[in-house]
């Protein structure tokens, strides 16, 4: 008997942030490989750091992400500080906060009505989403804007701040300041309650995914720009041991290395916080959460886009918080000297947990950088994912298949830009 061959192929992944290709195998009607291909270019931003000084990655690391930025600021600067034995101020902690928050809300919205609820609502596209619901993706922008101008007003401007600095700021707001965007934060955050409401009403397939889940876990309120890591099966460790649990390997058919935890596939992100952090939402995100429909914890991917809505009505609700709170600092930055040292930083990205990792010489010079995005932590993870739906759904016919799959890889909006960051490369010559 001839076997017989199905292959589906998708040369380039519309609705993700990069570039990508996704290549499935059947053969006599078993589902044989799943690849999903990384083609981006290495950015080779680790190997570009080194003999950089110190002070610097905050501002060349950004440039990794047009959609996150801060979180690769925060999470240098959380690496260099420790490197150099600096503790911030507790007021430029909550600064640094509520900026993040502004990335979370814009980053967030942008997935949610722009890349994703098309999937859900029969669309090709958020253009022609806004034909028919102008008022819905209107909405979606609004909260989008308000993301913007909060990082523009706290960080100088929306792409690549140009305001954050080792230490904290170059410049801190007055409490005057602050408060003029509570009002557009509080009518941002009757946009978010309403988002949660529309995405849960949404058709969601039945998938459970059983990858064990990787987030921070912060002392005091939903984890975002710090903490300690928290796991679902087994003991949490702090940033200095991530490398001793976290390891990259290349794969033949992408230049994305993927990672695993402690040997096995792991999953950051969204459902990872929620899962293990759900009880540390303030009080309007919970009943948010609840009245949508989830539990303590979502293992489904295809809710993520539920998970999304409720962080952004946590990020608000946080960012009203820090600013009712708000006393001018009496500094905008701590001196961090340069010492020689080793470094470890990890924040909260919206797509997932975010390593960095400096050695630092005596007189300021990077020594050596490592950079773990969240999207290369997860594709291990996204590939499973793919082949239990491929696996339960052989009878769709290619078209159906290959749509199927692709809102599998959007439900993790991976940013695969940020993931193609390293590529070994040997050279024999004869």
């Given amino acids: 008997m001839i076997p017989t ?11 993700v942030e990069g570039e990508g290709a996704l290549h499935i195998r059947l053969r006599d009607g078993a589902l044989e490989s799943v690849e999903l291909n990384i083609y981006e270019p290495p950015r080779f931003f680790e190997a570009f750091l080194r003999g950089r000084s110190y002070t610097e990655p905050p501002d060349i690391t950004a440039r990794v992400c047009g959609i996150c930025p801060v979180a690769y600021q925060v999470s240098a600067c959380n690496a260099i ?7 911030l101020d507790p007021a430029l902690i909550q600064l640094r906060r509520l900026l993040y928050c502004g990335e979370w809300m814009h980053s ?8 994703h609820a098309p999937d859900f609502l029969g669309y090709p596209d958020a253009i022609s989403l806004a034909r028919d ?4 993706v209107e909405r979606g922008l609004r909260l989008k804007k308000a993301g913007n101008r909060l990082m523009e007003f706290l960080g100088g401007r929306a792409i690549h701040p140009i305001n954050v600095r080792l230490g904290g700021f170059y410049s801190v707001p007055t409490r005057n300041e602050l408060v003029g965007l509570a009002e557009q934060l509080r009518r941002a955050l009757d946009d978010a309650l309403a988002t949660v409401t529309w995405v849960s009403g949404f058709d969601f397939p039945e998938l459970e995914l059983d990858h064990e889940l990787l987030a921070l876990r912060a002392p005091d309120g939903y984890p975002i720009e710090n903490g300690e890591i928290a796991r679902s099966a087994g003991n949490p460790f702090n940033t200095a041991e991530f490398s001793d649990h976290v390891v990259e390997s290349q794969v033949p058919h992408s230049t994305a290395l993927h990672a ?8 950051t992100g969204p459902l990872a916080r929620y899962s293990l952090n759900s009880s540390a939402l303030s009080p309007v995100a919970r009943q948010a959460a609840a009245e949508a429909g989830l539990a303590e914890q979502c293992r489904n991917p295809f809710r993520s886009i539920v998970v999304r809505a409720v962080e952004v009505v946590y990020a608000i609700d946080e960012a009203l918080r820090i600013i009712d709170d708000y006393e001018r600092p009496a500094r905008p930055f701590v001196d961090v000297p340069a010492r020689a040292g080793v470094g470890h930083g990890v924040s909260e990205a919206p797509r997932g947990l975010l390593y960095h990792r400096y050695q630092i010489d ?16 997860n594709q291990a993870a996204i590939e499973a994912d793919l082949v239990q739906v491929v696996s339960e759904n052989l009878s769709l016919d290619d078209g159906e298949l290959t749509a199927l799959c692709e809102r599998v890889i959007r439900n993790h909006d991976p940013c695969i830009s940020c993931s193609a960051h390293f590529l070994r490369l040997t050279v024999d010559r004869c």
Avoid: F, K, W
């Fill in 108 to 115: 967030h919205m942008l997935h949610i009505y722009l890349l």
């Fill in 133 to 136: 619901q102008r008022e819905n």
């Fill in 5 to 15: 061959t199905r292959t589906l192929s998708v040369g380039a992944l519309t609705r």
């Fill in 362 to 377: 005596g007189d300021g010079l990077i020594e050596a950088a490592t950079i773990i995005p969240p999207t290369s932590q």
């Fill in 260 to 267: 695993t935890l402690d040997g096995g596939r792991y999953l």
């Fill in 81 to 87: 500080e420790a490197a150099c034995g600096v503790t």
